[in-house]
C-alpha cells in the first residue's frame, strides 16, 4: 500500500534559518505529492504540489522537488520567519485512486524563534 | 481558488447525544468528498470516502452506524456522529477536490 514517512519534529529554528524537513514516499504507480500546512487550530491549507518526477513545486519561499529515483519530495526553505510556526503534512495522491484521497505522513512541527 | 467550507468550527455536546458536521463545496461540485480525523499531535486518518448519491465507503475500524455520511448534494457532505462518547473528542476534517484536494477549517468536538 501507498505511505509516507516524513522526519519527526518538532523542529526549532531561529529565524533566517535554511529549513529541511524530509518526506520519502512508498507508492504504486505514479502519485502526485503534496505539501500542507496547518496553523494552530486551523485545517490544512495546500502549500505547494508536484504532479511528475522532476516537477518542482514552490509558494511563498517554500520549495520541493519530486525526485523518483529517491522517492523523495524533500520541503526546503532558504530563510525562515515567525510566521512560518506550524505543522507541515506530507501527502500523496494515488494518480489510480478518484477524487483525490490523500496518504498523509505523521506531519513535522516547525517551531521558529525570534 | 476553491474553496472548502466546514461547520461548526467548535462544538461541545454532551454524552449520548448527536453532532452534525456539515462540509460544503463553495465554487465547485465535488461528486467525492473525504472525512478524515486528526487525533492530538497526530497526522490525520481517513475515515471514510463520501459518495454523492450512494454509500459512504468506510475505513477499516471506522464504525459506519456511529459515523452516519451522507452526501445528498454535489456541494454538501454531513457527518453525523451518533450516541457520542468522550473518547469520540477529536478535530475532524473534510477534504473535496478541484485538480487538487482542498480541505475544511476542521471540526473540533468535544465530547463531555
Known amino acids: 500500500g501507498n505511505s509516507v514517512t516524513q522526519m519527526e519534529g518538532p523542529v526549532t529554528l531561529s529565524e533566517e534559518a535554511f529549513l529541511t524537513i524530509n518526506c520519502t514516499y512508498t507508492a504504486t504507480g505514479y502519485p502526485s505529492l503534496f505539501w500542507y500546512v496547518q496553523y494552530p487550530g486551523e485545517g490544512l491549507q495546500l502549500l505547494l504540489k508536484a504532479t511528475k518526477a522532476d516537477d518542482k513545486g514552490s509558494n511563498k519561499g517554500f520549495e520541493a522537488t519530486y525526485r523518483k529515483e529517491t522517492t523523495s519530495f524533500h520541503l526546503e526553505k532558504g530563510s525562515v520567519q515567525v510566521s512560518d510556526s506550524a505543522v507541515y503534512f506530507c501527502?500523496?495522491?494515488?494518480?489510480?485512486?478518484?477524487?483525490?484521497?490523500?496518504?498523509f505522513g505523521g506531519g513535522t512541527r516547525l517551531m521558529v524563534k525570534p | 481558488g476553491a474553496v472548502v467550507s466546514q461547520h461548526p468550527s467548535r462544538v461541545i455536546c454532551k454524552s449520548g447525544t448527536s453532532v452534525k458536521i456539515e462540509c460544503r463545496s463553495l465554487?465547485?461540485?465535488?461528486?467525492?468528498m473525504f472525512w478524515y480525523r486528526q487525533f492530538p499531535k497526530k497526522s490525520l486518518m481517513l475515515m471514510a470516502t463520501s459518495n454523492e448519491g450512494s454509500k459512504a465507503t468506510y475505513e477499516q475500524g471506522v464504525e459506519k452506524d456511529k459515523f452516519l455520511i451522507n452526501h445528498a448534494s454535489l456541494t454538501l457532505s454531513t457527518l453525523t456522529v451518533t450516541s457520542a462518547h468522550p473518547e469520540d473528542s477529536s478535530f475532524y476534517i473534510c477534504s473535496a477536490s478541484s485538480l487538487v484536494p482542498f480541505f475544511g477549517q476542521g471540526t473540533r468536538l468535544t465530547v463531555v
Open positions: 465554487d465547485f461540485q465535488a461528486t467525492t
Open positions: 501527502a500523496l495522491s494515488d494518480s489510480n485512486n478518484a477524487g483525490n484521497m490523500l496518504t
